[in-house]
């Protein structure tokens, strides 16, 4: 398998814009052999529908390879439904947690100087769980401008409460609501965002004395299948490769190039609800990938309407350094190791490359996801 590099997106825990440090159990002892005993490590696309893998053919006998896999998925779901979604935290970590009153322009900042994507979001009128704060609230604020310029003159003044004015002006999805107690079955966790099209769930409690929500961190996809990774060895039968599996998307695949202009393609995520979009040379050769939370680090400082420069410009000012690269692999590449990667490094989608560096497809985690939690589930009775 081919790794170029990686794009991060870290998770941070504190309080309005104050950091609070936090503690969460250590996990418990196994109860499952599916458990791995080597020890836990600390560990932000929407789910697209996808066609899970054929069955095998009732008159055949599944082979070797199939009972394998299917035994290694089946261990995978059942170390999901004795762990909790406390025990995916790290030993200490930070949370940002933004009041719907704060400026969207504040919050932007705030987001970059800790070098997060997401944050929880906090009523503080009804001292209730508002919602999480997404990249994607921030292209709706572009998208929303881009169609009404006139009251451009007016973004210094916007607040968090009014993203839901901007998602009924441009006609998208609402804010993300969806959440979990902390003790609940990871499991659970998972099939709740696989419903929600979520990448991430934020863990809610509820404060014993007050009896008001209390927001505990906010898990995503990466992390739930890093702590797979290094927890479940059952990992390494998956061993059918990807073009088997039907597993990622290699159809109507939109893409762009260095000289497509940003706005377009955050047009492109908007209309196809997607997160990334594969940059191509001439030559259909991957150069590059654009993500959803490039954009931040766009709009910083409030730039909103310098959005025609094309990718080739963005790259060119941003530091070379700072490029983290991508990952891909080969319609050939196994989930296991792919699982070997994500335990190794924050990777988020691998671009699926033919020998020639052709596109072929992208596999985000949301795939990854879907695949484990579903495949052959119904057949487990």
């Not at 609800?273 to 259909?284: A, E, N, Q, R, T």
């Amino acid at each position: 398998m081919s790794e170029v590099g990686q794009r991060s997106a870290d998770a941070v825990h504190a309080a309005a814009a104050a950091a609070t440090t936090a503690s969460a159990p250590s996990p418990p002892t196994s109860t499952a052999e599916v458990l791995a005993q080597e020890g836990f490590v600390q560990p932000s696309s929407y789910l697209r529908p996808r066609a899970l893998s054929k069955p095998a053919d009732p008159a055949s006998p599944p082979s070797a390879l199939d009972r394998e896999q299917a035994e290694g998925l089946r261990a995978i779901r059942a170390f999901l439904k004795v762990r909790t979604s406390y025990d995916v935290l790290p030993l200490s970590f930070r949370l940002i947690i933004f009041d719907t009153t704060l400026l969207v322009k504040k919050s932007l900042n705030i987001l970059l100087q800790n070098g997060i994507v997401s944050a929880p979001l906090w009523d503080s009128k009804s001292s209730t769980f508002a919602g999480l704060l997404t990249t994607f609230d921030y292209i709706n604020v572009i998208q929303y401008y881009w169609q009404n310029p006139d009251a451009f003159n007016q973004i210094d003044q916007f607040r968090l409460n009014s993203l839901r004015d901007v998602e009924k002006a441009i006609g998208v999805a609402p804010i993300e609501t969806v959440s979990i107690h902390p003790q609940k079955p990871l499991y659970e966790a998972c099939r709740r965002m696989l419903e929600s099209r979520a990448r991430r769930i934020p863990l809610v409690d509820v404060d014993d004395e007050t009896k008001r929500d209390m927001v505990v961190s906010v898990v995503t996809q990466y992390r739930i299948l890093k702590f797979v990774a290094v927890n479940v060895t059952e990992t390494q039968m998956l061993r059918k490769p990807l073009k088997s599996l039907n597993l990622g998307t290699y159809d109507n695949l939109w893409t762009a190039h260095m000289d497509t202009p940003v706005i377009d393609v955050i047009h492109m995520f908007v209309k196809r609800s997607i997160s990334s979009v594969p940059i191509l040379d001439k030559h259909g050769v991957v150069v590059n990938v654009f993500e959803a939370v490039d954009v931040i680090a766009l709009i910083k400082g409030g730039v909103y309407d310098d959005l025609t420069l094309t990718h080739a410009s963005q790259m060119a000012d941003s530091d070379a350094q700072e490029f983290p690269g991508i990952y891909t692999c080969s319609p050939n590449d196994r989930l296991d190791t792919i699982f070997d990667t994500i335990r190794r490094s924050r990777v988020h989608r691998l671009v699926v490359i033919d020998d020639s560096n052709h596109l072929k497809g992208v596999l985000t985690l949301s795939d990854i996801l879907e695949y484990i939690l579903l495949e052959g589930e119904d057949d487990e009775g």
